[in-house]
């Protein structure tokens, strides 16, 4: 639930966002090295803290880094690309390209200059723009959200595909979609449709938390993808986000691209009560 203070009448007081689970105006900043100027997804491995994962949307690269230590380590897998978002599931680390093609190593292979057991994932997915990607540990499926589809009209419906590496399919093996009109009863209006661009589940709730740098929208769903929460993302805070995770006690990870003003960062924002 939102609650807003508004000071009395004065329009000049700043809105208040007051959520239930995190302070979305009160974030710990972790500011991004040159390298991840563009950091596009990022990614916790089984929701252990220590040691942050990232990708950024030029080099294929691997990043980790510890919170607030600035010096990154990376892996090759890939030559330049667009690289949109990254996931770890069984110790394994899988990394998704705009155009839905996947790259996939050994999490071991990190801690190497190259990794050499890489595996490309092509036309699993329907021709479209991807951005965001989860990979869950308890059903071993990875979730992978359209940005941009042509199967879809993102103003009412916007599409989800299911994968399952571990049936070394090659192709997904299910669907899920977002009601785009649930979103617009808490929110008002959706301008140009819904373009997702992260999404990640709530350890503690099994919620979906889904991001939108295009709507600069946080939106939560349960675990049958029906909407029940939606949050404005102040600009200000938010520059770009477009990757999301969660660690193992729940505390939220956003990370946002650079601008000609700030450099990229990831915002943590700690459970309420903890």
Known sequence: ?????????????????????????????????????????IALNQGNPDTLYAIQDEDGRLYRLGWDHPKQLNVKFSK??????????????????????????????????????????????????????????????????CKNCEQDNSKNSVTGYIFEPGKDSTQATGKFAINVDQIKAITGKVERGFRPSGLAKNPLTNDWYIISAVNKLMIVTDSEWKVKEAYTLNGNTFIQPEGVAFDKMGNLYISNEGDDLFSGNILKFKKMGR
């Not at 508004?6 to 710990?28: A, H, I, M, R």
């Not at 890489?118 to 869950?136: A, H, N, Q, S, W």
């Open 80 to 145: 330049k690309g667009d690289y949109e978002d990254v996931t770890i599931l069984k110790n394994s680390v899988f990394i998704l390209k705009s155009n839905g093609v996947l790259f996939n190593f050994p999490l071991s292979e990190a801690v190497f200059a190259e990794a050499e057991q890489v595996r490309e994932y092509k036309k699993i997915l329907p021709k479209g723009e991807y951005e965001g990607m989860f990979g869950d540990e308890a059903s071993g499926k990875i979730y992978i959200l």
């Open 1 to 41: 639930m939102l609650t807003f203070s508004l000071g009395g009448c004065d329009s000049t007081k700043k809105e208040q966002v007051v959520y239930k689970d995190y302070n979305l105006d009160e974030p710990d900043k972790f500011n991004m090295p040159e390298s991840l100027f563009e950091i596009s997804g």
